[in-house]
Nanobody
Framework: QVQLVESGGGLVQAGGSLRLSCAAS????????MGWFRQAPGKEREFVAA????????YGVDSVKGRFTASRDNAKNTVYLQMNSLKPEDTAVYYC??????????????????WGKGTLVTVSS
């Protein structure tokens, strides 16, 4: 069993940066691929980025490549999403997720074993 708790969301101006954190409980954290999803009002939840169990491989959607970076610290049971050059269209609730699939396959919701409750990111223009 893995429990995930996100933090770090808030209000930021366009062009600014935020770093989201996701603290995980459970001794098996390091065996999971960790990912980030987001859901904007009125839209479906969408995959953003993922990082492999060892941290050596990352994968992200085209809309955030070069701006967002997923990383992890297994010693701290924490995964991060560094978000730079934020845009108003990045406004959403951001969710941390854990699964067994490789980072490029974590985008499929069926591969998610655990979800966090989300943290709201609002980007003003």
């Amino acid at each position: 069993q893995v429990q995930l708790v996100e933090s770090g969301g808030g209000l930021v101006q366009a062009g600014g940066s935020l770093r989201l954190s996701c603290a995980a409980s459970g001794r098996t954290f390091s065996s999971y691929t960790m990912g980030w999803f987001r859901q904007a009002p009125g839209k479906e939840r969408e995959f953003v980025a993922a990082v492999s169990w060892g941290g050596g491989r990352t994968y992200g959607v085209d809309s955030v490549k070069g701006r967002f970076t997923a990383s992890r610290d297994n010693a701290k049971n924490t995964v991060y999403l560094q978000m730079n050059s934020l845009k108003p269209e990045d406004t959403a609730v951001y969710y941390c997720a854990a699964g067994r699939a490789p980072p490029e396959r974590l985008s499929s919701l069926v591969n998610i074993d655990y979800w966090g409750k989300g943290t709201l990111v609002t980007v003003s223009s």
